[in-house]
């Protein structure tokens, strides 16, 4: 029986092809001197908090000073594109945006809309700005499952949405991708 464990990275393989590259570059979860904005989005904002607090605890505890961390709250996920757009954008631009948002299918036929639309924008975001936006808006059927993926554990989808930002800014500042 094939598992998801069957298509982890392999590290000593990636490591032994690395070898055969003139460089390769990989992106530290470390915060400091990084700055970081969050988009959050206030509906199903009890789901949207605890994606925010767990993004919080991942950042703080990886060294971004708290004078770094700007958090602008948007009406609704399909608001978020264009907060992230402004800090993309801002005179100091941010160096990451994590984007935090819940869509929860339920009984509206919103949903497919304001999923697609907010992916859709936050994908425009990133590849005309240059800087990472972090896709950290659950899609899901129900109100259960975005429970689920916003547990004060190591499976938030905030705290992986904060190690993705830390990771792609500090892969973008690395290497040839920087000089
Ligand atoms: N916004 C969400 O963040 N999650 C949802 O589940 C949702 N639903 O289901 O409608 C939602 N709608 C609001 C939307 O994001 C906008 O704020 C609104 O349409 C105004 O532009």
Redesign the pocket.
């Known amino acids: 029986m094939t598992s998801s464990k069957d298509t982890e990275l392999d590290l000593t393989a990636a490591s032994t092809q690395s070898a055969r590259a003139g460089e390769t570059l990989l992106g530290a979860h470390r915060g400091e001197g990084l700055r970081i904005g969050i988009a959050c ?4 904002g009890g789901v ?1 908090t605890r994606l925010l607090t767990a993004t919080l605890d991942a950042l703080l505890e990886a060294g971004v000073a708290k004078s770094d961390i700007s958090i602008a709250w ?7 594109p264009l907060l992230a757009r402004a800090y993309a954008t801002a005179p100091k631009p941010y160096d990451a945006v994590i984007t935090l ?6 009984d ?1 036929g ?2 497919d ?3 697609g639309e ?1 992916a859709r924008g936050v994908q425009d975001v990133q590849l005309t700005t240059g800087v990472p936006v972090i896709f950290g ?1 659950l899609t899901t059927d129900t109100i259960d499952q975005a429970l689920v993926r916003s547990l004060p554990d190591e499976t938030n989808k905030g705290r992986e949405s904060a190690h993705t930002a830390l990771e792609m800014a500090n892969l973008l500042r690395s290497g040839s991708l920087f000089s």
């Open positions: 989005g206030k509906f199903n949207t948007a009406p609704g996920a399909f608001e978020l948002g819940a869509v929860i299918r339920g509206t919103h949903y809309v304001v999923a907010c808006v």
